[in-house]
């Protein structure tokens, strides 16, 4: 409703020093020319709402000005009170603030909504951590934080995925947790990078200030980068027939295997089954391990590997055993 969307245009700008119209419109689900038209709404009402024009332009409230409008919708508290990911909170070392913060939050709001919010809690639990955890270790995870929130550059060192060891003076912008991982994101003459925390071999926080870009939005970065990451993974698919035996269990591995396909049954009970892997020896692993429950199709040449390896291992066991 449009009621609802000017509140939230009052609200965004209340929050946020300046917001462009394209931001407003990407935040609204709208296009650029219906904000135009919700912020000539806005004017006509009375609210002191104003565009700066040019590059660092964007729409904003006359300074001082502050809405009344609290009311919060059940969902919306709802959101609220949804429990973060309680390892995360320890890694930033948040766990006590958050729940000090949790119990003012629920102090704020009615009485008749208090129950629906400690709920919550009761009934959606967020428990990113996985089921073999290997906690990674951060000796410089303070560090980080610090020159993140204080806007000064970092020097460190740095462990490539080869091993080699670089130095870095970096603009540290934010922090990613991806599972249990975290990822320094970083910039260095103006070309934007992500570093796996658990690598950073040194670090320290120099006093040289620096300035974030305006226009840097780290969900919206880290989303494209992740799938520029996925888009540029290697691919390597098989065509296989699967005993049903086996159906329930391909996914459950512990081994990185993508199901691209499932088809109807043969008539002798197996299953047509499309696998994508990321490289070779990953599929032929992975193929080795369910034995004679797995029929290759294609590629050819993954059925002989697979058949010459399989071959290998009945000659080396029985010359063990006659030995």
Not at 155 to 184: F, H
């Amino acid at each position: 409703m449009r009621a609802d969307r000017l509140i939230t245009i009052i609200l965004l700008l209340q929050n946020n020093e300046k917001l462009t119209t394209k931001a407003l419109a990407n935040e609204l689900e709208v296009t650029e020319r219906t904000i135009h038209r919700d912020m000539e709404a806005l004017s006509r009402t009375g609210i002191p709402v104003f565009a700066k024009r040019g590059k660092n332009g964007g729409w904003s409230l006359l300074e001082g000005y502050r809405t009344n409008i609290t009311g919060l919708k059940d969902n919306e508290i709802k959101s609220l009170f949804i429990s973060p990911s309680i390892h995360v909170l320890n890694d930033l070392g948040l766990t006590t603030e958050w729940s000090k913060a949790r119990q003012k939050l629920i102090a704020s709001i009615p009485s008749f909504l208090q129950k629906n919010a400690n709920d919550v809690w009761n009934r959606i639990h967020v428990d990113t951590s996985t089921w073999r955890q290997s906690t990674e270790k951060i000796e410089f995870f303070k560090i980080l934080q610090q020159a993140i929130w204080n806007e000064r550059k970092l020097q460190m060192k740095y462990e490539r995925a080869d091993g080699k060891i670089v130095e870095r003076v970096v603009d540290p912008l934010g922090l990613v947790a991806k599972g249990s991982t975290w990822y320094l994101i970083a910039s260095s003459n103006e070309e934007f990078r992500n570093y796996r925390a658990s690598r950073i071999e040194s670090a320290l926080m120099t006093a040289e200030k620096f300035s974030r870009p305006e226009d840097f939005n780290l969900s919206q970065y880290w989303d494209n980068s992740k799938q520029k990451f996925i888009k540029s993974l290697p691919r390597y698919e098989v065509n296989v027939e699967i005993s049903p035996s086996i159906a329930q269990r391909i996914g459950f591995t512990g081994r990185f295997v993508q199901t691209l396909e499932i088809n109807s049954p043969l008539e002798n009970g197996w299953i047509p089954v499309k696998l994508c892997f990321d490289t070779e020896q990953e599929a032929i692993e992975y193929i080795l391990g369910f034995g004679n429950q797995i029929r290759i199709v294609h590629p050819i040449t993954l059925r002989q590997i697979i058949y010459d390896m399989a071959r290998a291992i009945v000659d080396f066991y029985e010359r063990d055993n006659f030995n």
